[in-house]
């Protein structure tokens, strides 16, 4: 389940690791420094000398020293609105890479023919689209004001953080943009999701809660999923600190960029948890060499769709379909 | 000619800065608008800069004994720095019309292979540039006026981002 260390790489790679300051392991700062009650949502207090803790006990020191000079109560705990204000900060120079990367029609161009393949096998509309752990909503805003989806499609996003919650709506209001925001766990919407959605969550998922987390596929309504995360590859890490390096201002975001590519899994760990998890889907890697060729690519993405919609899926994707694995 | 592809150089190269330091600090999805205005400020405050060498330049002709071997010197020194950044400059170029072609895959190699790791060496560059040109006329002045060229194109970002806030 957990992808090869960076070290089975070889030595060059150690070299570079440790050349370019690359993390090894593990967790984000951004995975730290919010925590919020699962279950009501509530904002918990963080201890920052824990969190500096943990990272020195992993030997972070790079991600201990950005910890340290976050600002901090009395009580020693983070400080909630300056915490607020640099996730926010920091998914806008996400947004910056993502825009680079054309994420946005990366997302239509596989989410169109997943819909069409719903359309032509009758199924009810409208067609619910969610995205999981949308931030300040990139990718729904995006779709939406491109109407790249079509006018039955209802697009949502969700994300336990209240304060991204609030720009995403902020940035949509300021965009005359229809789609929805929620702060909520998007498996506990009022009406499930046709489709599931995501970019950049899965490698959050470690060992058994990502099996865990394709096991809240299983839903009535939910008929397919597609998660976007980084492509697992000797050269990521290398790729994506040069991009942070480049494109990236904050600290915080530099390290859980690198850090994120670092973490990604494998295609055939992801696959192997999807399968496990959500057994109902037929899943399979989309992306993941480029025009067929051994060139890594960036980013590739996990689908899923119920057994009765996947020969409408493929028919769908025309000339893309290359581009996909074996669907089982 | 080697004095306005230099200006055109330093126009496009501030300009590009201009859209550097305005990337991600925009959440809208449509930011045409900003970006245009963002690469106009670039500009400008390209030609600001334009105009402090073309002052430092007036200076050292005033001051040296010998105007003539002095702009034959720069010429040098000119027509050499032009020989580092005009491919770079073109490598650019080729990669925006590679990047106009309506696709994910292209457009994304387009950020891979050229505008991240050009990126990242363009200060580099930059230094390359004005050191094989003094170095085709050493002389305390094309010095004294590569280290005021050097510190104003690598403190263009910088500058821009002091003035937004």
């Known amino acids: 389940m957990q992808s090869p260390p960076p070290n089975s790489f070889g030595w060059c790679n150690r070299v570079l690791f440790r050349l370019l300051s690359i993390p090894k392991e593990g967790p984000e700062i951004s ?81 169109n023919p997943i819909l069409q393949g719903l359309r032509d096998s009758k199924v009810d509309g409208p067609l619910r689209v969610v995205d999981i752990g949308c ?63 995501s970019t950049g969550i899965l490698h959050h998922f470690r060992g058994r809660e990502l ?21 697992q590859s000797a050269l990521a890490p290398f790729g994506s600190w040069l991009f942070h390096a480049a494109r990236m201002r904050e600290p915080l975001a530099k390290h859980d960029g690198v850090l994120s590519a670092v973490r990604a899994y494998e295609s055939e760990d992801l696959l192997l948890a999807a399968r496990t998890g959500a057994p109902n889907f ?24 119920l057994p009765e919609y996947r020969d409408a899926f493929i028919a769908n994707l025309g000339n893309k379909k290359d581009a996909l694995g074996v669907v089982e | 000619m080697i004095a306005i592809g230099l200006w055109l150089l330093a ?23 900003y970006y245009l205005r963002a690469m106009i400020r670039g500009a400008v405050l390209g030609q600001v800069a334009v105009v402090i060498a073309a002052l430092v330049i007036l200076s050292l002709l005033l001051i040296t004994g010998n105007p003539q071997s002095l702009i034959w010197d720069l010429e040098k020194a000119g027509s050499r720095m032009l020989v580092v950044y005009v491919p770079f400059a073109m490598m650019i170029l080729l990669a925006f019309c590679v990047r106009s072609i309506p696709s994910v895959d292209i457009r994304s190699i387009t950020s891979t292979l050229i505008f991240g790791p050009f990126t990242l060496i363009r200060p580099v560059l930059a230094v390359i540039g004005l050191v094989y040109g003094v170095l085709a006329a050493p002389r305390i002045a094309t010095v004294v006026l590569a280290l005021i060229v050097m510190t104003m194109m690598l403190s263009l970002e910088k500058a821009l981002s002091l003035f937004r806030a």
């Open chain 1, 31 to 111: 995975d730290r420094i919010v925590a919020v009650d699962t279950n009501t949502l509530a904002r918990q207090p963080v201890r920052k000398r824990e969190v500096v803790g943990e990272f020195r006990s992993l030997n972070n020191l790079a991600a201990a020293t950005i910890v340290e000079k976050l600002p901090a109560g009395n009580d020693g705990s983070l400080d909630p609105d300056a915490i607020d204000r640099l996730l926010v900060t920091v998914h806008c120079e996400m947004q910056r890479i993502s825009e680079e990367f054309q994420h946005g029609r990366r997302v239509a161009e596989l989410l």
């Open chain 1, 135 to 197: 931030g300040t909503g990139f990718v729904v805003r995006w779709l939406t004001a491109h109407e790249a989806l079509g006018g039955d499609v209802e697009l949502i996003g969700a994300d336990y953080h209240p304060a991204l919650i609030d720009e995403a709506r902020r940035l949509a209001e300021a965009e005359n943009l229809s789609c929805r925001f929620e702060v909520a766990n998007a498996f506990r919407l009022e009406q499930p999701a046709t489709v599931y959605m």
């Open chain 1, 211 to 231: 099996i865990d987390l394709f096991a809240q596929h299983n839903r009535p309504g939910t008929c397919a999923f597609m998660h976007f995360d980084f492509h």
């Open chain 1, 282 to 305: 037929v899943s399979a890697v989309y992306g993941t060499k480029l025009w067929g060729l051994p060139i890594p690519r960036a980013f590739h993405s996990l689908v899923g769709i």
């Open chain 2, 11 to 33: 126009t496009m190269d501030a300009s590009f800065a201009g859209y550097r330091e305005a990337a991600g600090r925009n959440a809208l999805i449509d930011k045409r608008r």
